[in-house]
């Protein structure tokens, strides 16, 4: 069975730095792409950042660059997420996903953790 499971979320104030964490069972992690998305309080779920699963490409949504970097760690079969300069904007839950042998894309992710809250107050 495939579990995904994020943790690290939490309250932070603005200006404030996070890291995420998902850690991932029942599937070869090296064989999958790792995502992040997060959906807003009565919003939709929207891509954030991307490794591929060769690790050698990152992709970023513009709302993010530069903030925020995405990492995994093959031996752990982790992916991370560490968020700084957080604003109340990012303000979410965030949500791991992996894609099977994907190449850091937004679309057509595989399996999905249950998620993990972040609130950054102003």
């Known amino acids: 069975q495939v579990q995904l499971v994020e943790s690290g979320g939490g309250l932070v104030q603005a200006g404030g730095s996070l890291r995420l964490s998902c850690t991932t069972s029942g599937l070869t992690f090296s064989d999958y792409a790792m995502g992040w998305f997060r959906q807003a309080r009565g919003g939709e779920r929207l891509f954030v950042a991307a490794?591929?699963?060769?690790?050698?490409?990152?992709n970023y949504a513009d709302s993010v660059k530069g903030r925020f970097t995405i990492s995994r760690d093959n031996v752990k079969n982790a992916v991370y997420l560490q968020m700084n300069s957080l604003k109340p904007e990012d303000t979410a839950v965030y949500y791991c996903?992996?894609?099977?042998?994907?190449?850091?894309?937004?679309?057509?992710?595989?399996?999905w953790g249950p998620g993990t809250q972040v609130t950054v107050s102003s």
């Open positions: 996903a992996g894609d099977y042998y994907g190449d850091a894309g937004t679309l057509g992710y595989d399996y």
């Open positions: 490794i591929s699963y060769t690790g050698d490409r990152t």
